[in-house]
């Protein structure tokens, strides 16, 4: 049913739990994840300003994603990493196009039912509503 199933991370905890569920989907129809991880630029600068400091979140990122797969080796399910830079969300939507993405798994937080605006602005609604595919939240 979802052969290419995206698994956006931040590297928290809940995020584990969500790649977790997308390989159970996954391993159903012999698909691929795609773990993704996006660095976020720093406003009103350009990238070559900190070109230093990006280039070494982004190999610390590709350790990272490199470790939440290893737990999955010698499964049936291919999972690939992926870093870019840019607007989360943003970038998150602009990826799930360009690669056929049919599912995108990702963690949410607890909305808080006396205050409930504070869930409005986060990545996780931001991509939920937005997105083309089906969006499953984790919680």
């Given at each position: ?14 995020d584990s739990?969500?790649?977790d569920?997308a390989?159970?989907?996954?391993s159903?129809?012999g ?9 976020e630029?720093i406003?009103?600068?350009?990238f070559?300003?900190f ?5 070494t979140?982004?190999?610390r990122?590709?350790s ?13 399910v291919?999972?690939?990493p992926?870093?870019?830079?840019g607007?989360?969300?943003h970038?998150?939507l ?13 963690k949410?937080?607890?909305?808080d ?17 937005l ?9």
């Amino acid at each position: 049913m979802f052969k290419n199933i995206l698994v956006p991370t931040d590297f928290s905890e809940d995020d584990s739990h969500a790649l977790d569920i997308a390989v159970k989907l996954c391993s159903l129809d012999g698909g691929t994840i795609k773990l993704l991880h996006v660095i976020e630029i720093i406003a009103n600068t350009s990238f070559e300003e900190f070109e230093d400091f990006y280039t070494t979140l982004e190999k610390r990122s590709y350790s990272d994603l490199s470790a939440m797969i290893s737990q999955f080796q010698g499964g049936e399910v291919k999972i690939e990493p992926d870093v870019i830079y840019g607007n989360r969300a943003h970038e998150i939507l602009r990826f799930t196009g360009e690669n056929d993405i049919d599912l995108i798994v990702m963690k949410s937080h607890r909305i808080d039912v006396e205050d409930r605006a504070q869930g409005w602005g986060t990545i996780s609604y931001k991509v939920g509503i937005l997105a083309q595919c089906p969006v499953m939240l984790v919680k």
